[in-house]
């Protein structure tokens, strides 16, 4: 797999690790104690 392209997010937390999920959406893993999972997805078409 190679990079398509890149975009700078805003998430106002420290990313550990990120993983693509079988549907196609980003899985972010947070760098905190009690860290949380960020499941980034393309906002709906209007």
Known sequence: KQVAGE?????GRRIRDVVQAP??????LTD???GKILR???AASQ
């Open 7 to 11: 975009e700078v997010l805003a998430l």
């Open 23 to 28: 549907d196609g959406a980003v899985m972010a």
């Open 32 to 34: 905190e104690t009690a």
């Open 40 to 42: 980034l997805t393309p």
